[in-house]
């Protein structure tokens, strides 16, 4: 995600009056590094909630600079629909 905000600073330094690298800071900074703690506690229940943070920030931004039609949601499928990583069954 961080090389993805990165890659859109770079594209769009600039949207209208905006530096989109300090807006890319100020909305994803503390949602990032609640997944990193997160992902490091091994706590699927707060990586869901920082998750949640990260997506409610991004429309947020999306909405408050009439991009509405922008909307980001938590994933619908895997991202191997084809494999099932559940332990066998005895």
Known sequence: MRETFGDVAEIMPKYRDLSI???ITLTVKKPLAALDAAIQAQDGTRFAAAYGQLTASCNACHRSYDRAVIVIQS?????FPD????????
């Open 21 to 23: 690298p300090d807006l």
């Open 75 to 79: 994933p619908t499928v895997a991202a």
């Open 83 to 90: 494999q099932d990583f559940r332990p066998p069954t005895k």
